[in-house]
């Protein structure tokens, strides 16, 4: 069992960076891939960026790409997304998500969600 945590989420103008964290808390963090998606209004949830047990592979969602860097530290059981210039369209509620050993980029394959962080991009 896994609880996870996310913070970071804010209003930030076009351009501007954040970095979300997504804490875990209960046993083997290193043993669970990490994800993260993102929910926008009326739109179905969308896979962001997923990360191996070791951060060894990691895997990037094409609008994101140049931009967000997920990184772990299993030290800490926190996974990291910084997204660096940002745009009004990555405007929605970023979830991160756990899974067993293997990454994957289907939100069905993650059996542990965190509450969600809202980031706003907007002037």
């Known amino acids: 069992q896994v609880q996870l945590v996310e913070s970071g989420g804010e209003l930030v103008q076009p351009g501007g960076s954040l970095r979300l964290s997504c804490a875990a808390s209960g046993r083997a963090f290193s043993s669970y891939a990490m994800g993260w998606f993102r929910q926008a209004p009326g739109k179905e949830r969308e896979f962001v960026a997923t990360?191996?047990?070791?951060?060894?592979?990691?895997h990037y969602t094409d609008s994101v790409k140049g931009r967000f860097t997920i990184s772990r530290d299993n030290a800490k059981n926190t996974v990291y997304l910084q997204m660096n210039s940002l745009k009004p369209e990555d405007t929605a509620v970023y979830y991160c998500a756990a899974r067993l050993w293997n990454i994957r980029s289907s939100w069905n394959s993650y059996d542990y969600w965190g509450q969600g962080t809202q980031v706003t991009v907007s002037s």
């Open positions: 990360i191996s047990v070791n951060g060894g592979t990691i």
